[in-house]
Every structure is written in C-alpha cells, then in structure tokens.
C-alpha cells in the first residue's frame, strides 16, 4: 500500500491508544447485588446455616472466589456454593465463634462480566473486622486485564470493519479492470484481526474471570470460561474467521459463485451473532429485540464504514471519473440505508439499555452513549456534505430526448457531448471528497474507542436497578437455628411505615414456621434514640405486621424476637435504612 493507504492503520491505532487514555468508570459490574441474608451490618443471636446474596440477574459461580472468613480469620463456609438464578447461597459451619464475619464473592453475571464485592454480619457481637488477605484479594478486577479487554473488543471492530467493506465492495462495486489484490489482502487482514481479537478475549476473559493478572491462568479457569456462552460464542467466531478466510479466495480472484457468495452471506450473519449473544444484549429484559437490533448495528456500522475506507484507500485513488459515476451514488444509498439501520438500532438498545432520562444523564453508560451520539452527528454532518458532492459532480447526467430537441440531430450530439464531459473541476471534487471521507473515517474510528469501553461499562438499566433496589422498600431474610424470618419494612422512608415478619422453617424447606409469640423494637443509636415497642399483631401462624413512626432518617436497628415454642426463642436484629 501507499503512504497514504497507512492512513487507516494508523488511525485505528490512534482509536486503541484513545481506549487506554479513557477514564475507566467507577463500576464495571453488570448484576447488581440487591439483598443479603444476613443483612450487611446486623447482628444476629443466632448463626446462620447459610447465607444468601440475592442479584438483579442470573449469576455463575467463580471456583474458590465466594468465602465466608469468621472473626479468628479462618474459613467459616463449607462445602460448595449453589447459584439458584438469581440467588447464591453460602453454607455455613455450625459452632462459630462470636464476633464479625466477612463475606466475600466473586460471580458471573448473565453478560459474561464478573460481580465482586463483599460485606460484614456479626454474630452474638460485633469484633473487628476479619484482617486477611484471603478476603480481599480475590475480589477486584486487574486493571491491566480490563483495559487489555476493551482493546481486544476494540481489534475485534477493526477487524469486522476492514473485512465487511472489501468483501462488500469487490462482491458488488469493484471495477473489472482493477486489480483486487490490495483490497484483497486488506479484507484477509480484517479476518486475521477478527480471529486473533476471538482468542484474545477468550484468554483474557479467564483472569478477567477469576481476578486474577493478566499472565496467572490455570487450567481449571480456562475450562470454566470455555464450557461458557462466552467460550461457545468466541470459538465460533474463530471458526467463522477461518472459514470466510478460506471463501474470500475465489472472491479476490473474481471467481466466486452464487454458492460461495451464500455461503459468505451466512458466516456473516452467524460471526456477527457472536457479539449480541455474549454480551449485554442477550442479558436484557427483551434479548430477542436486543440481540436482533445488535447485530442490526455491527453490520450496518461494518457495512458503512469499510464502504468509507474501501472508497478512501482505493477507489477515490484508482477509479477513473466513468467508474465513480456509476459507483459513488450506488453506495452514496447503501450509505444512506445503513445509516438509517444504524440509528434504528441503536435507538431500539438505547431504549432498553438505558430507558429513563435519569439514566442517560446520571450513568456513566448514558454519558458514553451520549458522546457516541455526539460524535455520530458530526459524521452525519460530514456524510451530508459527502453526499452533495457526490450528487453535484459524480452522478450521471441525463441524457436529452432528441425528440423533445427542436435542434438537428448534430445540434443534439453536440449537446449531450457537452452534458457528459468531466467537469472541469472534477480533480478538486475528487481531492475534497477523498478528505472528507478520511474525517468520516478518523471520527469513526473514535466511536469505535468509545463503543469498546461503553461494552466494559455497567448498562443504566443494571445501576438504575441497584439503586431502586437501595431506595424501595426493605427486604431481608435471616436464617438462625431455629427460624428463618423474612423481614420487610415499606416504604422505607422517615414517617409512618409497616413491618411484614415472615416465618419459614430454618431448615431450607420453605415450610411456613408456626410461632408462638412475637416481640420487636425499633432503635436509632446513632441519634441517641433508644428501643421502642413495636407492636406487632398476628396475622396467621407464621406471618405478623405491625406499624411505626421512623423519624428521622437514618439507619434504624429494628430487633425481633420469635418464640417458636415454651422453650425456644431467638432474637434477629435488622439494620434498615431509612430515607
């Protein structure tokens, strides 16, 4: 290629420097914890037999990343954690000792992006906190990993990029008498980038997984992470990769058939699949729509700009004036169609994704999409100056009807001869044409830098929900040795507010617990406020409510005692935070 033809290249590589400039937003978890059972910050009378962390999606489990540490700083789970949906239950050792218990977790979510946190209970009292490296460790992400992955992405849209548009352009617009080599040879290059960015991501996603750095893989890890949807969808598009490969042959040469041109058409659409199916779209309320109008937006966005490339790196250059006429306006509308796909799309997961206007302006996604959005007018306005030079100078001329000609037939040639003849100032259109298509081009390589963080970055919907699950009404469960009491207090706010007490039996059945008697209080420490009665009133067997003035805000300790029989009673307290 030429000089200028590194134009692309290097703009790509300005695109993966810009992604490892970019501010990382704060969170990158994309399943939001939502309740524990224990409550974070209670203390019970009583240690639990399990404890379960309840999260706004379905989550997998990380081998040997979920611990319960007790108060001396040894391990107080036992046995494997369950991923029940949205619950992950922790069981617990009997016979603990008294003090604080930190838990630590480390899961999936249905995106195939890791959730990691951890929170503290007590038990019988409050102690220090556990101080052990164990614990906290195996909770956070490597930066190095996390970047290293958005660059992969980002390699990944190259090089759909740079195969869609040649292979679109030789299938349809490529002129006979030009070589295809270079054309060629570039969408072979957007193959090998397709494929390579694959195996990237599949190797990054195991430390990505398990927390660990970039070079710390094991082989039980990157089993886990290949019997995934993820590993599924990269293999694929690995194999997708090779194949297309082995089909653009015949097609470079100009020798491809209707049944290779078939064949390219269905690889196409399976490796662009590959993307929706392990990422947010397939994680979403509606999967079907996102997943359709994700794979809608990579290839209108592959198909519009490797047009842009294809038409700045060779046919601008190569074509002679007879040739862009009759091929700027055919893709002057495939422009205007992918375009229109493009914005529909992305409209249809902003929808989705995002949904509020809260969520546009107050997450870090919404910003994101927001400066996307910004930049995508800016090309549009590019597009639209593109666009009338191509219809004031690269569109053909009609041809006059000799009949409707009051003049001879000479008069007539002499006209159309004159319709037709290059305009003067065709070098100059061409020469602006050529140079706004590479700020089309440059502009839209810095889309691609934010799409490939905005794919690493929680979806609105996700942190709208953990937020809402923060400020609606309050749900607990505590198990003990005896009761497994669910607790909820609604609406959560300071004023008038009822308790709902919920006794199932501690050994997991589900079965409703039968109680006796109910007794519970509600206390403000941290403004000096002590314990007052709350009346509670027996609605059946296992269920009480009761009602109460929670003035001011602030995290109140309600404390209930459940008696099960004459001689078997435990108290459960709750912290419950009041707005």
């Known amino acids: 290629m030429t000089r200028r033809a590194w134009s692309i290249p290097l703009a790509t590589l300005f695109g993966a420097l810009l992604i490892l400039v970019l501010p990382a937003p704060p969170a990158s978890a994309h399943a939001i914890i939502e309740r524990t059972a ?7 009378d009583q240690m639990p037999g399990e404890i379960t962390l309840t999260f706004s999606e379905p989550v997998r489990i990380v081998a040997d990343k979920i611990r319960v540490i007790a108060p001396d700083g040894s ?18 050792r009997s016979g603990g000792p008294k003090g604080t218990y930190l838990v630590s977790y480390r899961v999936i979510s249905a995106d195939s992006h890791p959730v990691s946190g951890g929170y503290s209970f007590s038990y019988g009292q409050v102690s220090a906190t556990p101080n052990t490296n164990d614990a906290g460790a195996d909770v956070k992400t490597d930066a190095v990993v996390k970047n290293a992955m958005s660059v992969a992405r980002f390699i990944g849209f190259a090089g759909l990029v740079l195969l869609v548009g040649p292979a679109l352009v030789l ?21 090998g980038l397709l494929a390579f960015s694959a195996l990237l991501e599949l190797y990054l996603q195991i430390p990505y997984t398990s927390g660990t750095s970039i070079f710390d893989v094991s082989s039980t890890a990157a089993r886990e992470v290949l019997g995934t949807p993820f590993g599924a969808a990269h293999l694929i598009r690995v194999a997708v990769a090779v194949a297309v490969a082995v089909l653009l042959r015949p097609l470079i040469a100009g020798r491809a058939g209707k049944i290779d041109q078939t064949l390219l058409i269905i690889l196409g659409i399976v490796g662009l699949a590959t993307w929706p199916i392990s990422g947010h779209p397939s994680a979403s309320p509606v999967p079907t729509l996102t997943v359709v109008a994700d794979v809608a937006h990579l290839a209108s966005m592959a198909v519009w700009l490797g047009g842009l490339v294809m038409l700045f790196g060779f046919l601008l250059r190569r074509a002679d004036t007879r040739e862009l006429t009759a091929i700027v306006p055919v893709w002057s509308g495939w422009a205007l169609l992918a375009i229109t796909v493009l914005v529909l799309a992305g409209t249809a997961q902003a929808l989705v994704e995002i949904g509020t206007l809260d969520a546009l302006t107050g997450t870090a996604y919404g910003q994101l999409v927001m400066v996307k959005v910004g930049l995508l007018a800016i090309i ?11 219809n004031r100078r690269f569109t053909p001329a009609p041809v006059p009807d000799p009949s409707e000609d009051p003049d001879d037939g000479y008069d007539s040639f002499d006209d159309t001869e004159e319709e037709v003849a290059d305009p003067p100032a065709e070098p100059a259109d061409r020469a602006r044409l050529r140079r706004a298509v590479l700020i089309e081009v440059l502009v839209a390589v810095v889309v691609l830098g934010f799409t490939s963080v905005l794919v690493q970055t929680s979806p609105a919907r996700s942190v709208q929900a953990g937020d809402n699950a923060a400020e609606g009404p309050f ?5 003990t040795n005896l009761v497994k009491l669910e607790v909820d207090v609604s609406p959560g706010k ?4 009822t308790v709902h007490l919920y006794a199932f039996k501690a050994d997991g059945s589900g079965q409703p617990q039968t109680v006796v008697e109910w007794k519970a209080t509600a206390a403000l420490p941290a403004k000096g406020i002590e314990p007052i009665v709350l009346p509670t009133l027996p609605i059946t067997p296992d269920h009480a409510t009761g009602s109460v003035t929670l003035t001011p805000a602030g995290t109140w300790e309600l404390k209930f005692t459940v008696r099960v029989d004459e001689l078997n009673q435990t108290t459960i307290a709750v912290q419950v935070p009041i707005r």
């Open 475 to 479: 749900t607990t469960t505590v198990t």
């Open 380 to 390: 549009l306005g590019i597009a639209a100056y593109s666009r009338s030079i191509t």
């Open 38 to 44: 224990p409550v974070a910050g209670t203390v019970v």
């Open 75 to 92: 391990r107080a789970d036992t046995g494997k954690p369950v991923a029940r949906d949205t619950e992950l239950v922790i069981p617990v």
């Open 494 to 497: 300071v004023g008038p507010n």
């Open 171 to 191: 299938f349809a617009l490529w002129p006979r008498r030009l070589s295809a080599r270079d054309p060629g040879r570039l969408a072979l290059t957007g193959t």
